[in-house]
């Protein structure tokens, strides 16, 4: 035997030895001689007899009681857990206690199949009437339609169909003699109204998954107009509010409702702020008003409901807010650990009451306790169980990772990711997340870098992340982006590369499903609510509104005004090339977000064929040519016009045969097909801080906040007035996506506090430095001031500008204490609104108050008459046109689509299906001289498209395209006193202002700008 089995069987001997005998020696440590040692047998039958021969005897039968004994006390007593419920004592028998009956069914409860296995198992054709049919609503019979039903991943299209709606449900679509039967075979009593459509594009109703941005929130707790008294956006009593509902802080009289209904919203989804790592749970509402007029009337599937005065559990899906990054850090003082830990920390008290509640289930007729609840983490406990839709506010892969491991330790499935800028990057990241399917991804289509979390987004998100197989949804974040114009951001989404039927999705079915209700919306199905939208053009296509949106089968827009669009807009627009942003993209992707904004290539002689449009005036170019009627603009009527650019300057346009010809002998030209495109001057943005500021919520990245001149800090920064100029930034992302979309002038005041701000400054948009030839276009083009309530009252502010304006600023009236001092040298502020009163500077007053306006007014008719005054924002403008236009006072329209936010602009023309004008189109109706303004930064870009929104929705004749460009280039330059006379440089004549060439209409989605020709410059880039 070897020493190995040796020792194996001694010591197994040893053991036996000292269980059988205690007193037998061999088994004695320490003995020096091996023969004391007993050795095991080599026989193979000796080593079965011992076997056999051990007995079980009552010795063993009380040890192993005993120890059993012990185990089973020191479970009882000491609270040891294993995975059965402790025993109790039976509990007497008779009937049963009615906290056990109340447990039992709480138990019925929890144990229910998740929403998703109850829905699957209802037939939606058999629905015969929809939960929030209103009774003696008509029956509908819509004819002749182009139905969009969102089915085979949305690319069903039927042309030509009828749809009849009942009990407000879709109950038939087919051909007009198939519904005519169905009708005929139901005998039905009801009023049927028929509606002619002609051929008019239907989808289902729009579906708005709101999420919010920072302290703002959405629809109904975050009312239009904003008021201290209806804002329940967010609660700070804590990091972790599970228990909070936005269903109650839910406004009924928000301003929105009816307008967002007007956009084509039917469904939305209410969130509570993200000020918290987890700010409370959602709700999905229908913005139709209804008979009740309350919050819960609104909700389309609650969770819960009132029945027969109980707070009874529905079927439904549950919906919950989480975030995590920037905002909980920002309004509690965390780091991204802090808000981890948040996070795990809740939902272990989640995953305790679920265990808890799983052992009271087990055997709940032995319970001696009731049910175990908590109304702070139950719901927390259901998120575990799968029974509510998690929604997560979360921009960067940080974050996303650190949620996703969130989803793996406690077993829960994520709905959607939202804002999300970063997801593109990560993909297969979401796909790491607990569950069977990974999050949908909800996200803006142009609005990023506002914050540092935002800064690496990219238009192209949406493209990439459905090519990686996720689902994508656009939103509105509604009041950050207006939710009337959602479709608006499906369409940016299409324009970026994303097709057709999934940039329809992104607003119907795919949010439909992530909210769990794509049994019942998001279809045009037998059997779905009779939610959908009639619309005047093909959805995607720039400009197109509802002619009318039905919800639950009623139609919500009375009376509304249609425009009738050119028979082309009907058509869905052909993707000729569906790779033209290929580079773009795998730019995006390979520099993490951090792509080259420049262009790649700089030539000074280009010939552009197949011009379709040529929007420069003689004025605008250098060319031979001194007139229009010397322009062969009859060429570019049929697409085939040409354009000859050489060493920088356009010196032909038309024809130009004999030019093309020349060209083959001289320089090398650089040929581009425009394909029916368009040439356009350069354009300008103004409204936002481009040009002083590069993340908005990061003030580093910016010049920062100017003084205000009226402070008496010192005597030398008394009357001192700030120039934007002397804080310029160039380089940034958002000044080059806007010069790479034709943009190629900004014009930007200086931040501060104050009311007044300072003197603006306009730039090239494409220049390095400020030091670069033509970067600085005008240094002092005018003076800005802001006029509402603010700090102090309009009255107050009104009276200072009288006393500036009339100079009769040496006084000792001590009522204006820190406005104008009595001193021996006139201040700067003194001296620039005596230029503002002669009317050699212009004064932009930013304010939207009608009330306030007809003040300035007044102001400039009683001290200022010469001054040149223009207003930017003017959202109620429209309501004292007539006298803004008897005093040459201009209006820059500051957001270009009017919404009610404040009560400074709760007076607005809405535009079409609501009103025949839009605010542009009203005042220049009246004789008013009109510029368009943004709001922030990223919406430079979006300038051009801005005025073509206000080309297709106003009345017909009011604007030319050129009249529509206008708005956004000469106007400007006039309103901003771009061209005055103090600044010679300041001269834009001979084609300094530059010019853009798009491929494609750019009055439409699809076209792209191929080449920009900058301020100033003699070389064209090309992109």
């Not at 729009?206 to 904003?226: K, N, Q």
């Not at 250098?622 to 049929?638: G, V």
């Not at 009103?915 to 189109?921: D, E, I, K």
């Not at 209409?1001 to 191929?1010: A, L």
Request: proline share 5%; net charge neutral; with cysteine.
């Amino acid at each position: 035997m070897s020493s190995n089995n040796r020792s194996r069987g001694r010591y197994r001997d040893i053991e036996k030895s000292s269980l059988n005998d205690p007193s037998s020696t061999g088994s004695v440590s320490g003995s020096s001689s091996e023969s004391d040692i007993p050795l095991p047998s080599s026989s193979y039958k000796d080593r079965y007899r011992k076997k056999r021969n051990w007995k079980w005897t009552d010795k063993h039968a009380g040890r192993l009681g005993n120890l059993l004994a012990i185990v089973f006390l020191i479970w009882f007593f000491g609270g040891i857990q294993f995975p059965f419920p402790k025993p109790t004592p039976t509990p007497p028998s008779g009937p049963i206690p009615k906290f056990i009956e109340e447990g039992i069914a709480q138990c019925e409860i929890i144990q229910r199949p998740k929403p998703n296995h109850h829905f699957k198992s209802i037939s939606t054709k058999a629905r015969n009437e929809n939960d929030r049919y209103v009774k003696g609503t008509k029956n509908y019979w819509l004819k002749n339609g182009t139905l969009w039903t969102g089915e085979n991943s949305g690319t069903e299209i039927f042309n030509g169909k009828d749809i009849y709606l009942e009990n407000g449900l879709i109950k038939h679509i087919g051909s007009s003699k198939e519904i005519l039967s169905y009708i005929k075979d139901k005998n039905d009593k009801k009023d049927i109204e028929e509606i002619e459509l002609h051929g008019a594009w239907v989808t289902p109703g729009e579906f708005w998954l709101s999420i919010i941005v920072d302290t703002h929130s959405h629809m109904g707790v975050d009312s239009a107009p904003g008021l201290q008294g209806s804002d329940d956006t967010n609660s700070i009593k804590s990091s972790v509010l599970p228990w909070l509902r936005s269903l109650d802080g839910f406004n009924t009289h928000d301003l929105a409702f009816n307008l967002s209904i007007s956009g084509g919203i039917t469904t939305m989804l209410v969130l509570p702020g993200s000020a918290d790592s987890i700010g409370g749970q959602a709700f999905p509402f229908k913005p139709r008003w209804t008979y009740e007029n309350t919050p819960q009337s609104m909700l389309v599937e609650p969770a819960f409901k009132i029945d027969n005065g109980t707070w009874a559990r529905t079927h439904a899906w549950r919906h919950i807010k989480h975030a995590c990054g920037e905002n909980p850090k920002r309004v509690y003082g965390q780091t991204r650990m802090d808000n981890a830990y948040d996070f795990r920390r809740a939902y272990t008290e989640g995953k305790t009451l679920k265990e808890k509640q799983d052992r009271w289930c087990s055997s709940p007729k032995t319970q001696t306790e009731p049910f175990p609840e908590s109304l702070e983490w139950e719901v927390l406990s259901d998120v575990i169980r799968g029974n509510v839709k998690v929604n997560i506010h979360c921009y960067e892969t940080t974050d996303l990772n650190a949620l996703v491991r969130v989803s793996n330790e406690f077993q829960f499935p994520i709905a959607a990711f939202h804002h999300a800028h970063e997801t593109y990057l990560v993909p297969d990241l979401l796909k790491q997340a607990y569950g069977e399917e990974p999050p949908a991804v909800a996200i803006f289509a142009t609005n990023a870098r506002y914050k540092r979390e935002a800064y690496r987004g990219t238009e192209f998100a949406p493209k990439i992340l459905s090519d990686n197989g996720l689902k994508v949804i656009m939103k509105s974040d509604h009041p950050v982006l207006d939710s009337r114009y959602l479709l608006t951001e499906a369409s940016w989404a299409h324009h970026y590369g994303l097709n057709y039927s999934e940039s329809l999705s992104s607003i119907t079915t795919n949010p439909a499903k992530a909210m769990g209700l794509n049994h019942r919306i998001g279809h045009l199905k037998k059997g779905y609510d009779a939610d959908l939208v009639i619309w005047d053009s093909f959805p995607l296509n720039l400009g197109s509104t509802p002619k009318q949106t039905f919800i639950d089968g009623i139609p919500q827009i009375i009376n509304p005004i249609i425009h009738k669009k050119p028979k082309q807009s009907q058509d869905i627009p052909k993707e000729n090339d569906k790779h033209k942003w290929d580079k773009e993209i795998q730019e995006a992707i390979q520099t993490r977000g951090e792509p080259d904004l420049r262009s790649k290539k700089s030539v000074k002689n280009v010939i552009f064929h197949n011009v379709g449009e040529f929007h420069l005036t003689p004025q605008e170019i250098t060319t031979s040519k001194k007139s229009e009627s010397d322009l062969d603009l009859n060429a570019f009527n049929q697409g085939k016009g040409t354009v000859v650019v050489e060493n920088g300057e356009i010196i032909c346009a038309g024809t130009c045969a004999s030019e093309v010809e020349q060209s083959k002998s001289g320089f090398e030209f650089e040929i581009v097909n425009l394909q029916g495109g368009a040439i356009t001057p350069g354009l300008i943005t103004v409204g936002s801080y481009v040009g002083i500021l590069e993340i908005r919520q990061e003030k580093a990245t910016g010049d920062g906040s100017a003084i205000d001149p009226l402070s008496e800090d010192s005597e030398i920064t008394n009357g001192l007035l700030a120039h934007a100029v002397d804080g310029a930034q160039f380089g940034g992302k958002d000044e080059l996506l806007a010069y790479r979309s034709g943009v190629t002038t900004a014009v930007v005041s200086p931040k501060t506090s104050s009311w007044i701000s300072g003197i603006s400054y306009s730039f090239s948009t494409n220049s390095e430095h400020a030091l670069n030839k033509n970067a600085i276009q005008n240094p002092y083009a005018a003076l800005h001031i802001s006029l509402d309530n603010s700090k102090s009252s309009v009255s107050s502010k009104i009276a200072i500008l009288r006393k500036l304006l009339s100079n009769q600023h040496k006084s000792n009236n001590e009522d204006l204490k820190g406005a104008v001092e009595e001193e021996t040298e006139e201040t700067e502020l003194i001296k620039t609104f005596k230029q503002v009163q002669n009317g050699n500077l212009r004064l932009v007053i930013r304010t939207d108050k009608a009330d306030i306006i007809a003040s300035i007014i007044r102001l400039k008719q009683e001290v200022a008459k010469n001054a040149k005054i223009t207003i930017l924002g003017g959202q109620e403008s429209w309501i004292v046109a007539n006298e803004l236009a008897e005093n040459d006072i201009g209006v820059i329209v500051s957001p270009v689509r009017s919404y009610p936010g404040e009560w400074d602009t709760r007076r607005i023309i809405p535009s079409i299906p609501l009103s025949n004008h839009t605010l542009p189109s009203y005042l220049v109706s009246h004789g008013v001289t009109v510029g368009l303004g943004i709001q922030e930064e990223w919406q430079a870009r979006n300038t051009l498209y801005e005025a073509a929104w206000v080309y297709a929705n106003s009345p017909t004749g009011i604007f030319t395209k050129r009249d529509s460009i206008d708005l956004i280039s000469k106007n400007l330059e006039y309103l901003l006193g771009l061209s005055s006379s103090l600044n010679p440089s300041s001269n834009n004549g001979n084609g300094r202002k530059g010019w853009a060439a798009h491929r494609g209409d750019p009055f439409e989605f699809g076209s792209r700008v191929i080449s920009v020709k900058g301020y100033g410059n003699d070389q064209i880039d090309l992109f």
